[in-house]
């Protein structure tokens, strides 16, 4: 008897921490998706964004030009943003 | 509307005694747009030469010189004043000379004695710089020249140093350098230099002064502060002066500057000995007013008539436009201002962008601070494109105000009924239920599709309007494709997956069995198969026109995708309220209610701090994601579909003018 109660209590621990656990790593997924996303759109902005910086510089109308150029990179993010809230919320 | 304002081509001919009265009526009506006439052998141009400017224009640009180096003393420019009234054209002619000859002489004498006080203070430092060494030896300064049987040596040192007998010497130790002032007797003097040589002398000059060094650098200074306080008052004067006579040199700055663009016209004209010709674009609605007017300036005795326009012309872009969407004229020319032949997206922009924008910021509370930010700025922000931008960030923000309530969001509370809207509250209270996330990516893609879906439209209807021949039905047939491939993609997701707010095609019989396909797809059904001939057949569309173009065919899906950021930045500024509100209410504010102690009522003051602080950033951060993010959407996912831009800029001859009539 007593064995059978422990049996099914480890059980049912069991299956609470493989849920925890999955949480957990969704929550690790939903984060490096944000993170190193951020960190690429980061990366691939810094070059665009300093030759905006000195096109603008020597010529303003370029504005315009330069703005949309150095935003190009912001959807990586963005899809990292995507991802990590379907993984969160979906 | 969605193209802008016609031009017609004018040619103006009249014989030269006709050009005058000719180019003072075109000035006045500020609609003629001229054509520069270059000489370049076109046909039918041989013999033209560029015109010769009418009389007048030296002298008018001699006064235009005087008036604006006057404005220039005064540091007046146009942009920062409001007119208080408009001076009558005649009458300012009339007094310019004279009036200009009198504010000059007013205020040559004023600066040229401020130049001169300047320089006073000037050499009075350099002299206060000489002496300053000397100070810390009381010795009169007159007893270091005048001898004939002794050298006086002044000078830094680095390192210190005796002069032997018979000599006389001071040294005024320093932190890096050593001061000496050394009387030696002519005949040791080059052995004297040679020791102090070797001690790092550099020579310092000997000042021709008398007097007690320290006494003189206090008359020197009082010197240099009765000048300063003379420039001062020099300075009330000239701002005196400035504040009377602002309007009146702005106003002549204006009249001459019309004469002087008047008589240099010409310039810009083709002549002959006896006659010239003007060509340019006037609006077409307008082509018989200027043409009226010019035939009455001349007494009928000038040609007028309208040139057929040529496909390859440089049409001058005119914006036509309902008011409300004027504003969105600015981002427009941020990007480039549409070609003549081409479709003005500004009406769409005007529309869509609001929309956007509240889709991303939609939060009553951020929409008022927004909207009373942008009433405030007014006073501040001048200019045509400063009032277009306020506008633009007005109605901006009305929309984010509307979507607000329609959210259920007030400064990323929620407003105490559930959401009208998909929710985005990411907290499930106040009886809503937590963030309908599917739903919203699923939204903010549908918006994708159909704004996209409507760019290549208009991408067609752009190709039709603008190419020939065979060119003409390949890119119509190109854009076609990309349209193909898309809703093709689409057709097949339908098939495969039911999702909520998309249409269901997973229904529909199975024609083939495919064991063993992901997501548990039996096989492939009639719209697959629909889906899957649309795409080949969009691909031989795009690789028809261009094969290059094929390898940009993952940009359907990066480019629908990417209107997800209409609900991810919007999210993301949902969070940021939340956790602002989180961190001063639920951890600082309410726990010290319940008690309220000293320390309690500086942590209740944090949480304010923290309230206010975090919204701020917020609304900031609102203003770039909101506003940056929409506006990419347009010239990165919508623009690139069908727009080009690079139209030549009506600028019509004329002033329009704000301080002087006629």
Partial sequence: MAVEVVGTDIAAQTVEIAVKSQLGMKAL??????????????????????????????????????LILTVIPETIVIFGLVVALVLWFV | MFTPEKMSRLLIVASKD???????????????????????????????????????????????VKVRALSNVFSISAENVEPAGRHRQSDLKKVIERELATIGNETEGLTARRSKLEASIKESEQRIAEIAPFAQIPVDL????????????????????????????RIVKGKTSHFIVAVVPNENRSEAERQLGEAGFTA?????????????????????????????????????????????????EEVLKADVEQAEAPLRFATTDQTFVAEGWVPASSVADVTAAVMKASGNKAFVTELPVDAHDVVPVEYNNPSFAKPSQFFMDIYSRPKYTEIDPTLMLSIVFPIFF???????????????????????????????????IRNASIVSIIFGLLNSEFLGFPMGYSPLSFSRHLRAEGGGHGPLIPELLILTIWIGVLHITLGRVLGMINHARQDHGEHKIKAILANFGWLAVMWGVLLLIWSAVAMPLMPDLTGFPVLVTVPGLPMDIPGINVTMILGGIMILAGIVFIARDSILEVIELPTIISHVLSY????????????????????????????????????????????????????ALNTALGIL?????????HYVEFFTKFYKGGGLKYNPFGLKRRFTEE
């Fill in chain 2, 358 to 392: 509240g889709l991303i910021l939609g939060d009553v509370g951020y929409g008022l601070i927004l909207l009373a930010l942008c009433f405030a700025l007014r006073k501040y922000i001048k200019g045509e494109d400063g009032e277009y931008f306020l506008k633009i």
């Fill in chain 2, 18 to 64: 006709q050009m005058a009265p000719i180019t003072g009526t075109l000035y006045r009506t500020r609609l003629f747009h001229i054509e520069d006439f270059v000489v370049d052998g076109r046909e039918g141009y041989d013999g033209f030469a560029i015109g010769r400017p009418l009389e007048g224009a030296s002298e008018a640009s001699g006064d235009l």
């Fill in chain 2, 142 to 169: 007159s007893f270091y020249s005048g001898y004939e049987r002794f050298s006086v040596i002044a000078g830094y040192l680095t390192k210190n140093v005796t002069i032997p007998e018979p000599a006389e010497f």
């Fill in chain 2, 204 to 252: 310092a000059p000997i000042p021709a002064e008398s007097g007690m060094p320290q006494a003189r650098i206090d008359d020197y200074q009082t010197k240099i502060a009765q000048a300063r306080a003379e420039i001062d008052s020099i300075n009330l004067n000239i701002d005196a002066i400035r504040q009377k006579h602002t309007d009146f040199l702005l106003a002549c």
């Fill in chain 2, 564 to 615: 997800a950021r209409l609900m991810a930045v919007g999210l993301s500024s949902v969070a940021i309220a939340m956790v602002v509100n989180f961190i001063s209410i639920d951890m600082l504010i309410e726990p010290q209610l319940e008690q309220i102690s000293i320390v309690g009522i500086v942590v209740i003051l944090a949480g304010v701090v923290v309230f206010i602080l975090g919204h």
């Fill in chain 1, 29 to 66: 997924g939903a984060g490096l998706a944000v993170g190193l996303t951020g960190i690429g759109a980061g990366v691939a902005e810094m070059g665009i964004g300093s030759a905006a910086v000195g096109a603008t510089a020597e010529n303003k109308d370029l504005f315009g030009l330069v």
């Fill in chain 2, 625 to 633: 994601g909101g506003g940056l993010h929409s506006i990419r959407l």
